[in-house]
């Protein structure tokens, strides 16, 4: 099920609220919490029901052997590492049994079976969140949860699909606060505040950049300089509000219940080195990646050549984690060595105007994005090829009428011709830049919000302007990951 759909928000999330409250007000807080896991069970069966099973198989397996690993007793270490094997070895088989055959093809020349796998909905994100429960039950910083609780804590339909990637110590206590599961009209009021936000940047602003990404990316026409330069930057953003918004949506649903996620973006665009854009992009998953894999290799302690295979080995298995294809790793591999260079340029001492160290920073995060969106290695050297001019220079007809440019133009018409992109997506960029850039995000706009009768009025407008552009619904950019 779509957070952008209509059955999610005139039926789903209503009934799903009412059915919680009105348990709990009864004082049935165990059948509200049951309430809720079967509310979230449909949420994530409504796509594809055939692998429901593997969600519970992962829930049941992973708390029962929690309890093995977080006791006293010499099966710890063996227990932790078989459970790593399956959870890695079932994401491994679903999301890169093919890749990994196609390549075996390509490099022996023998053919290889096609198992044409569906990716299961959501088993990135579960997956990380219970190895992260099973390496905090070893290293003794868990509880024994009840399993209720546990279950509602990987199933919670408002994060359960593309994240946020919460903590257990973070969620499980919540779900089990008494004053939880009381109606609270402020989180309601911010709740839909927050959901509403999230479904603009979706319906209204990240929409709309596809349509200029998709035929740059996907038409395998030769891009001028201009239209190349509006496809990348239009993926660029239509990302980054597409998964804000849904970030937004999943806070904005989950306050509804009294539970607060954690915030998954502050402002990334406005980052002056690639350390900093991984700070505020995507912040559950570098927290992992930091916590899980970064720091267990040995972090920054060490020799430069030390924290460098570190830093490279995260962003490596960070990229692959994103999708089943060497575009991924490529773009992993890019970050990784951009935080190299990061490395290196601080312990040089080396230091840029501001304005100069977001320029670099923003320029290659948008030409990294190539990689990451690319479905090829052609398309994406086709979209760059475009980028650097090599592709030609397209003119608008009020330049082409000016006499410089049409002299220009009849001097190389193979170089300079005729642009057919329009004026919108430009404008639009341009907005785009001023929000990213200038505007508040959505945790300073939750941290300010206050429930007057102006505000309600506001959202409203905007809700019912935001249900009137949902005839196309698009799926979430993530939900491929």
């Known amino acids: 099920m779509l957070f952008n759909s209509l059955e999610y928000l005139l039926l789903f999330l209503p009934l799903s609220l009412a059915g919680y409250f009105v348990l709990n007000r009864w004082r049935l807080t165990e059948a509200a919490t049951g309430w809720l896991i079967v509310a979230s069970l449909v949420f994530y069966a409504w796509w594809k029901p055939s692998y429901l099973p593997l969600l519970l198989f992962s829930v049941l397996f992973n708390y029962l052997l929690g309890h093995i690993v977080g006791r006293a007793s010499r099966y710890r270490r063996p227990a932790l590492i078989f459970g790593i094997a399956v959870n890695l070895g079932l994401l491994g088989f679903f999301k890169y049994a093919d890749f990994t055959l196609a390549n075996i093809e390509r490099l022996t020349d023998l053919p290889m079976p096609h198992l044409d796998l569906a990716l299961p909905l959501a088993i990135s994100f579960f997956t ?16 024994e949860y009840d399993f209720l609780r546990y279950t509602l804590f990987v199933t919670f339909f408002p994060q359960l699909i593309a994240g946020p990637i919460v903590h257990h110590k973070e969620m499980i206590p919540q779900f089990q606060r008494r004053r939880g599961r009381l109606l609270h009209y402020h989180n309601i009021s911010l709740g839909i505040f927050i ?10 602003i990240a929409d709309y950049f596809a349509t200029v990404a998709t035929p740059g990316f996907d038409g395998g026409q030769a891009l001028d300089l201009f239209s190349a330069w509006a496809t990348s930057l239009s993926y660029t953003f239509q990302l980054y509000f597409d998964f804000s918004g849904y970030s937004d949506m ?3 649903a989950a306050l509804m219940f009294n539970i607060r996620l954690p915030f998954n973006f502050d402002s990334p665009y406005k980052a002056r080195d690639i350390q900093e854009f991984w700070r505020r992009w995507h912040i559950t998953l570098s927290r992992f990646l930091r916590d899980y894999v970064y720091i267990p290799l040995g972090g920054g302690r060490g020799s430069l050549a030390r924290v460098s295979r570190n830093l490279m080995i995260t962003f490596l298995l960070g990229g692959l984690w994103h999708g089943a294809g060497w575009t991924f790793v490529f773009w992993g591999f890019l970050h990784g060595a951009a935080m190299v260079i990061h490395r290196v340029w601080r312990y040089l001492g ?5 304005w100069l160290a977001w320029f670099v920073t923003f320029n290659f995060i948008n030409a990294s994005w190539v990689f990451f969106r690319a479905n090829s290695w052609d398309d994406a050297l086709r979209v760059l090829r475009g980028m650097v001019g090599l592709e ?5 007809d009020k330049l082409l009428r000016l006499a410089p440019f ?3 133009a009849d001097m190389a018409p193979t170089l300079f011709g005729h642009t057919t992109l329009g004026r919108t997506p430009y404008v639009a960029l341009l907005g785009a830049f001023l929000v990213t850039l200038r505007l508040r995000n959505s945790q300073q706009w939750m941290r300010d919000f206050r429930t007057t009768p102006a505000s309600l009025v506001l959202v409203t407008l905007v809700f019912m302007a935001i249900l009137m552009n949902l005839s196309k619904v698009s799926e979430f950019l993530y939900f491929n990951f």
Do not use: C, M, N
Not at 392 to 396: A, H, K, R
């Open 392 to 396: 030609g220079i397209t003119l608008s």
């Open 406 to 408: 049409q002299a220009l």
């Open 250 to 252: 999943a806070i904005g």
């Open 195 to 204: 959901l509403t936000l999230g479904l603009f940047k979706k319906v209204i």
């Open 350 to 354: 080396g230091r840029l105007p501001d």
């Open 128 to 143: 990380f969140q219970q190895i992260a429960y099973l390496v905090d039950s070893y290293r003794g910083l868990t509880r």
